[in-house]
Structure formats: structure tokens, C-alpha cells
């Protein structure tokens, strides 16, 4: 069966830093394009950062130079780094695997940073 876990989620103060991981089963994680995206309540879910089976990357405006989105083709995971949070990166954070015309969801994880 196909799965993305997600791990890391948090409460951490503005400044701070939090690291997400994505666990990927080896069935969709190689060639799929692998990515972030983060929600919250009345709004509509939105990209953060996306990572391809060759390292290209692509960041939201509003996260660039403070995430880094990475893949351990090794381990089947992806991970972000999210450094200097602020209030308003909180959110539900999702893992996404696209693979073709085949995308698959994790479960999400909830970020919360406090002022």
C-alpha cells in the first residue's frame, strides 16, 4: 500500500526552527516529484516546496532563503528545514508525492509558531 508519514510537526516560538520528514514507501518515491504544502483553516492548500528525483527545487516566495527541502534517495524520505519561523508559517504541513498522473497525500502534521 502506498503511504506518506509525515514526522516533526510542532510548537515552536518565532525565530525558532523545526525539521518535517517524509516517510515514502519505495514504490512511488523513485521518479516522483516530492514536495511540501501547508494549510490552514479557510484557505486553500498551498505549495511550499517541491524537490524532483534529480534535486531541483522550488520554494513559495514567502519561504525562500528560511526553508530547504531535501531528498535521502536512500532512506525514501524527504525532509524541510525551516529555520527563522514565523507566526504566520503556522499551518497544517502535507507531504506530496506526484508521479505521472498518480498523487499521493500524507496525513499532514501541524506547525504552530507563537509571537
Known amino acids: 500500500q502506498v503511504q506518506l508519514v509525515e514526522s516533526g510537526g510542532g510548537l515552536v516560538q518565532a525565530g525558532g526552527s523545526l525539521r518535517l520528514s517524509c516517510a515514502a514507501s519505495?514504490?512511488?518515491?523513485?521518479?516522483?516529484?516530492m514536495g511540501w504544502y501547508r494549510q490552514t483553516p479557510g484557505k486553500q492548500r498551498e505549495l511550499v516546496a517541491t524537490?524532483?528525483?534529480?534535486?531541483?527545487?522550488n520554494y513559495a516566495d514567502s519561504v525562500k532563503g528560511r526553508f530547504t527541502v531535501s531528498r535521502d534517495n536512500a532512506k525514501n524520505t524527504v525532509s524541510l528545514q525551516m529555520n527563522s519561523l514565523k507566526p504566520e508559517d503556522t499551518a497544517v504541513y502535507y507531504c506530496?508525492?506526484?508521479?505521472?498522473?498518480?498523487?499521493?497525500w500524507g496525513q499532514g502534521t501541524q506547525v504552530t509558531v507563537s509571537s
Open positions: 506530496k508525492a506526484t508521479r505521472g498522473l498518480l498523487v499521493y
Open positions: 519505495g514504490r512511488i518515491y523513485s521518479s516522483s516529484v
Open positions: 524537490i524532483t528525483s534529480t534535486g531541483s527545487t
